[in-house]
């Protein structure tokens, strides 16, 4: 009991302590610091918005809950926009940085995150107390949502591949968030489906199936270098577990993209596909692929809460940081999926387990703000040092290569490097070296 009590007692001054520990800083010096990561925020109090609108057990007054966090959403995401612009404005160097630093650009996803929970909301809050307007701004936004999501996707996973090396002891969840706006796109379709034209559906059904499985395929090949990681190097530090629940996105949004997809083609006329029970078909189909992902959202699920359990009763120190929020918002598409998986398949025990989380979710969601607001008014957060944009990459493309590995000068241009004579090198190197000890193991 004793040491339970002193991690405990660590915890708190971590975690908990209102004493300021680093000297005062003008604000506007601060705003310097302000990262992309914020916009965690707002994702994560969109997705708690969605979960509200969401609930199948309902009672009176929870959509005026979900009212106020929808708008207490838009406050937030008005707010972050604005000091952007002014870090952005004041600080000019800082835009570009922002997209070439190695870590930094990752959480650019978190805005145009942010933007989804937007239109996501719009459809559920804000429709049914509005004309045919805004049936047409949510179909553009979706549109230009999906053309911007794509873009980023495409050129920051192109910039992160030319100018950055990561390495197995550097690998985060995080690198998944690029595909992360793109992939939801199937998420916002499945939405919004409800609140289009007939004629509309087709397309958005179809945009959205696709993007979906982008985004899926692109995981899964990045989860797959993740548990490369754990294999060989272990688990996060204690501090960055909680961001490993961005793995368990996903699974979840994805089997929640094709339920509620599947839902907005049967009332699709003409039918989306060839056949007079395609529409049919696809719910079967979309219900039973659901099903199918939902088990390893749950695995994943499970494997991240017993690690960051196991982290917060280590003695390793612990930090808030934004990236905490990946708590609420990876684990929303698992929640609401949940909770079309017990629609489906009329199963009260899917619907009360997700009943379970969301409850869950809202608490976490109410301490992480108190500990984002408590961070910040410590200068835990936004302050020189300690965010995301004052971290140095262990190396950079330039010094990738070592020449002197390969037996080259280190004063040879790289340009000059003919990397395949070089691994050719290494490996006879290498051959040699092993080759006594082989022959004495053989002997």
Known sequence: MGKVAEILTNRYHELLDWRVKSPHVPFIQRVRHFTWSWFAITMGTGGIGLIIGTLPFRFYGLNTIGKIVYILDLVLLTLFCCLMITRFLVYRDTFMASWRHFQEKFFISTCLLSFSNCIDMLAVYAKPST???MVWVIR????IYIAV???YGLFAYYTVFRDHVYTLETAAPAWVLPIFPCMIGGVVAGAVLATQPSPQLKNMVIFGIMFQGLGFWVYLMIFSAMLLRFFTIGFP?????PAMFILTGPPGFTGLALINMARGAIATRPNIFIGANSSDDLVFISTFLAIF???LGAWVWCLCLVTLVAGIFSHAPMKFSNTWFALIFSNVGFVILTFRI?????????????HIIAVALCIVWIILMYMMTRAFLVNDLMYPGKDEDAKKPSETRAIAVEPERFGIPKDLPEQGLNLAS????????????????VANARQ
């Open 131 to 133: 004309g045919e307007w």
């Open 140 to 143: 553009i936004l979706y549109y």
């Open 149 to 151: 999501t794509f873009l």
């Open 237 to 241: 530090a204690a501090t960055e577990r």
């Open 293 to 295: 992902v939902w088990g």
């Open 342 to 354: 017990g629609e489906e398949i009329d199963s009260k025990a899917f619907t009360l387990f997700g």
């Open 422 to 437: 070089a691994n050719r090198h290494a490996t006879e190197n290498e051959r040699n070296k092993e080759g006594p000890t």
